[in-house]
């Protein structure tokens, strides 16, 4: 199991950068014959004045593909993915030539279906298609990575970038398919170059950072700390470590992470898999001083406060 990446987003509490749904009830098993008549009824938009209108559009023209992938989404949102495939299915088959459908449906196979059988679906329209969009072609290096087939991944993403190479995301991913193969240095140059397209794109370079941890440690805390606060550098330098085996290095790094801040506990939960793995109790370390108390220490020292004084010897003031 590997420890949780942090970036920038996650900071304020899982704010920007996640989307919270809230949790639907399970729909409870039924008899197969009432199952589909639960499906058909869904299907037709029984009680559902949005998924009638969008049919209504559908009848009046079968080719509109916007009608059809809002459809799809709708039940998607309804909890009825069996619909939502099907109404993607058709959609591409339709209009194969339509990225909006293909990305669409790329998503659904990823969701409810396995990367294998996602990853077959679009190298099959790919093949099909005399000019596939970079779309098609990014979606399907996702998914053959995803499915370990990690040869075509890298064959799908450089074709992506022979389209357009003005586009970071292309490049990230070219070098996360290269970490995955651990052809570090390629991968650094990727996610390089992402960077001087995008220099703000803390995926880059967090990828960056694992990348160069295991070339350089120092390059590699470098560049988290670009991306993020100090603790979260730390934090990241952690899975890093834990990745390469080095348990005690991790365990320190996260030490120093909840040093600094306390209020993100997926720092607190990485802590936890590390004393999982080493089998040692979890010691929190005492926090650092804020800004105020430093400024309010250093003031204390200079005046000669009687308290401070005992307290300070040669080794303190050689600081």
């Not at 869904?42 to 079968?62: C, I, K, P, Y």
């Not at 586009?167 to 193969?181: A, I, S």
């Not at 120093?256 to 004393?275: H, K, T, Y």
Request: aromatic share 4%; glycine share 6%; proline share 5%.
């Amino acid at each position: 199991m590997r420890l949780l990446l942090l970036t920038l987003a996650a900071l304020s509490a899982i704010g920007c950068g996640s989307h919270h749904r809230a949790a639907r009830m399970q729909r409870p098993a039924l008899p197969p014959m009432m199952q589909q008549q639960v499906l058909n009824a869904v299907h037709a938009g029984d009680g559902n004045l949005r998924v009638q209108r969008l049919r209504e559009r559908l009848t009046a023209d079968s080719r509109d593909v916007n009608a059809r992938l809002e459809l799809a989404s709708e039940y998607a949102a309804m909890g009825f993915p069996e619909l939502e495939l099907e109404h993607c299915r058709i959609a591409v088959e339709r209009f194969p030539e339509s990225a909006a459908a293909v990305e669409r449906l790329a998503k659904s196979l990823r969701k409810n279906g396995s990367p294998q059988e996602a990853a077959k679906v679009l190298s099959g329209l790919v093949a099909q298609q005399q000019k596939p969009a970079v779309e098609t072609l990014s979606w399907a290096g996702i998914l053959f990575d995803e499915a370990d087939r990690l040869g075509d991944g890298e064959a799908m993403h450089r074709r992506a970038l022979a389209l357009d190479a003005r586009r970071d995301y292309l490049h990230n991913n070219l070098g996360y398919n290269l970490l995955l193969q651990e052809r570090y240095p390629e991968a650094a140059a990727s996610f390089r170059r992402a960077l001087e397209l995008n220099r703000s794109s803390t995926t880059a370079r967090n990828n960056l950072g694992r990348t160069l941890m295991r070339m350089s440690a120092a390059d590699a805390v470098s560049q988290f700390q670009r991306a993020a606060d100090p603790a979260i550098a730390h934090n990241n330098v952690a899975a890093a470590l834990y990745e390469k085996g080095d348990l005690e290095g991790a365990r320190k790094e996260l030490e120093a992470a909840l040093a600094i801040r306390r209020d993100l506990p997926q720092i607190l939960e990485n802590l936890r898999l590390v004393a999982v793995a080493d089998g040692k109790p979890i010691v929190m370390p005492p926090p650092r001083p804020g800004l105020w108390q430093s400024v309010s220490h250093a003031f204390k020292v200079a005046f000669g406060t009687p308290d401070v004084r005992q307290q300070t010897g040669t080794a303190e003031a050689a600081r």
